[in-house]
């Protein structure tokens, strides 16, 4: 079965008969064809299929409400058959080859990890210049090397949307970090598109179309996959191509490249997705009376981690969070001491598991004081630095106004406050292009060398006559 790709190249007697020809590397297969589309036509599955005898199965529905613009029309013609989903090694291999003789791909994974603790990878979707591919890593026998060596490929760029996630499933199972990435979630909010935009709304927004999210919450790892299913899949990949070239063209224009360039250095940071158990309490939130009821919380936090990796369970079938600040408080002796918090069942106490958290209550018990910090007992703020949080947020949402980037791109509430406290202040506002766009900025509005006054209608940091900023 070969493979067509469609673009569009004339329309005649609209709306009557849309001309397509086919761009393939079989000369003998690249006749043009043609067939008709009726009037109004909503792509809501936007996707076309044909076999070697031009069969059609349009995949569409059809709406009097809706039309569909040229663009629209030709920006969806480019389908392998039915949506072959590769199953065997060969496949994978011959279709990464071609995939790395791009500059840059989409890329984005399908998974699932409600009962486990490391994702199951289910599906991986990718595309290039003429080229989309579904892969099914769960098939028998296949295997992913060569996925994994086109995700090394330093000659590639590798687009995702949101790509933490992505990127650790890849980190897990090849212990590699996809690179040079592009993370277009990341990418628009530095071009001012919002806090944390999600996929369907950059669609939305920069190519005017609508994702069918009906099979958002899918499981899966349940086979066959239905053609609504893949459609989706695809659809994830196929739209972030011109989305990328959107934002990239942005940045190349704003002269931000430098800034995605350092969110994606911290992205693609082994440290970023190392789990290490001795670390897991600082996932937790610190309802604990004493440093002493801390270490036992530090204790049981890494047992319930290691715990949970070895076994491939999720944090909380192995114990909940509320179970383990009863337990650090209360510190109990036995068993029967255990059985008592409202917290745990009796038949949790009876387990082998109450062993182990009876083990780790003893070892936060012994445990050297000086490896436990001390405990924030959330003193209120002063009236001076309540007052100086308050101008540093009106500053930082003038400052996110004016460069069009999201608030929370720049810094976040609690750094306003750290700020405020300590001009030498360990956040990432006060690194790299955060500091160049408002940090520098907010420490001299600190020091009283900026006033903030309404200029042309908007907020604005203006030096203060004598200070070092007017100079």
Not at 42 to 71: E, I, Y
Not at 114 to 142: K, N, R, S
Not at 158 to 167: P, T
Request: aromatic share 6%; proline share 5%.
């Amino acid at each position: 079965m070969h493979r067509k790709v469609f673009s569009l190249t004339r329309f005649d007697s609209w709306p009557n008969q849309l001309i397509l020809k086919q761009q393939l590397r079989e000369p003998s297969l690249s006749s043009p064809i043609s067939f008709s589309i009726p009037k109004h036509i909503c792509f809501s599955k936007s996707k076309f299929a044909a076999d070697n005898q031009n069969n059609f199965d349009t995949a569409c529905k059809f709406s009097s409400q809706r039309k569909t613009t040229l663009r629209t029309i030709a920006r969806h013609c480019a389908i392998s058959r039915l949506m072959e989903v590769i199953t065997e090694s060969k496949k994978l291999k011959q279709a990464c080859d071609a995939l790395s003789r791009n500059d840059h791909i989409t890329v984005d994974t399908e998974f699932v990890r409600e009962t486990t603790f490391w994702p199951v990878l289910c599906l991986i979707q990718m595309a290039g210049d003429g080229i989309e591919v579904i892969v099914d890593p769960l098939a028998d026998g296949i295997d992913l090397a060569p996925f994994f060596k086109l995700m090394g490929d330093e000659a590639v760029v590798k687009v995702f949307h949101a790509a933490r996630q992505d990127v650790e499933i890849i980190y897990h199972l090849a212990s590699i970090i996809p690179h040079p990435i592009f993370d277009t979630q990341v990418a628009a909010m530095v071009c001012g598109f919002g806090e944390s935009v999600s996929y369907s709304k950059l669609v939305a927004r920069l190519l005017k179309e609508e994702i069918d999210k009906t099979s958002q919450f899918t499981d899966w790892r349940h086979r066959p996959l239905s053609k609504r299913q893949l459609t989706y899949a695809l659809a994830d990949v196929t739209h972030l191509r011109p989305i990328y070239e959107h934002l990239a063209n942005e940045l190349e224009r704003s002269g931000r490249s430098h800034w995605l360039a350092e969110e994606m250095s911290v992205l693609t940071a082994p440290a970023t997705y190392e789990s290490h158990p001795e670390n897991a309490w600082r996932r937790l939130k610190l309802r604990v009376k004493s440093r002493k009821s801390l270490a036992i919380m530090m204790e049981l936090a890494a047992w319930r981690e290691t715990e949970a990796q070895n076994r491939n369970l999720p944090r909380s079938r192995v114990i909940k969070d509320d179970a383990i600040y009863d337990i650090a408080n209360q510190a109990p002796a036995d068993k029967r001491q255990l059985v008592k918090l409202r917290t745990i069942h009796e038949g949790f106490a009876r387990s082998e598991r109450a062993n182990a958290v009876l083990a780790a209550v003893e070892r936060g018990l012994a445990r050297d004081p000086k490896s436990v910090p001390p405990l924030k007992r959330g003193t209120p703020p002063t009236p001076r630095t309540t007052a100086i949080v308050e101008l540093l947020r009106v500053h930082l949402k003038a400052t996110a106004a004016h460069h069009g980037v999201a608030t929370k791109m720049i810094a976040t509430a609690d750094e306003l406050e750290r700020i405020a406290l300590e001009d030498s202040a360990d956040v990432q506002a006060l690194k790299g292009w955060r500091r160049e766009l408002f940090g520098e900025s907010a420490l001299a509005l600190k020091r009283g060398e900026l006033a903030l006054a309404m200029v042309d209608g908007g907020v604005q940091a203006v030096p203060l006559k004598g200070s070092k900023q007017e100079a």
